[in-house]
């Protein structure tokens, strides 16, 4: 089966990386998400009922040799394998004293060596499409509360690696980042996990954008930057936050 297009999407089950697998299959894309919830991937193949478009892979993205797997699989499925992103992620967050070192490298494992790894071994099909990667990094990467170190410096860490595989891949790959801010993912969860976001009012107000995100924010950059349009972009990190990083806040 040929596509023209064929992106393998990390943590695509569930949440920004499910509404990017879904906004690649209406792309007409080929789709592999790759997640380490089995369940969720089902619920995925159900929803979207995209037959051979879509493949799942239940693996761990800092299992090296699961994600040379996927991409080999995604390569054979599809045809070609011309996008790359780099999704999956999670967070830690706890007092500084309580971080564990487990819970430090569990967190970089996912989010930036997981990137890396996936990196290294779509890059060789990448470059023979002169494809594209996009990693999602977040506002944590400029920005932060107290006790978030692990998750703040997993996202700076993907921030520069982006730059850095943008100069390692040109001019054959782009790289690019996302930065999201607030995004509610609760209704993008797989169905036993899934709910209305519980948000207040002030939650929506504090945004310029007069909202809090939602999936499809992220999706619709993801698909653009993955596309042709977006030839002239590459080591470049794009914020949609409703402009909560560029609000002064001060105490009145």
Known sequence: MDFRKAVLVTGGAQGIGKAIVMACLEQGWGAAALDVDGEALAALAEETGAGKALLTVEAANHDEAAV??????????????????????????????ELTLEDWNAVIATNLTGA???????????????????????TRAFMS?????????????????????????APDVRVNAI??????????QKPSHRSEPDLEPQ?????????????????SMAVYLLGDQAGFMTGSNVVIDGGMTRKMIYVE
């Open 68 to 97: 040379a797997g996927a991409v080999a699989a995604a390569a054979t499925r599809f045809g070609c394998l011309s996008g790359l992103v780099n999704n999956a992620g999670f967070s830690r967050n706890r007092p500084l004293e």
């Open 203 to 219: 939650d929506h107000d504090q945004h310029w954008s007069g909202r809090v995100g939602a999936p499809p924010d992220i999706a």
């Open 145 to 169: 509360q107290p006790g978030t170190e692990a998750y703040s410096a997993s996202k700076g860490g993907v921030f520069a690696l982006t730059h850095a595989l943008a100069a390692s891949l």
């Open 179 to 188: 930065s999201p801010g607030w995004i509610a993912t609760q209704a993008w």
């Open 116 to 138: 890396f790894l996936c990196a290294k071994h779509a890059a060789p099909h990448l470059r023979k499409a002169r494809g594209a990667i996009v990693n999602l990094a977040s």
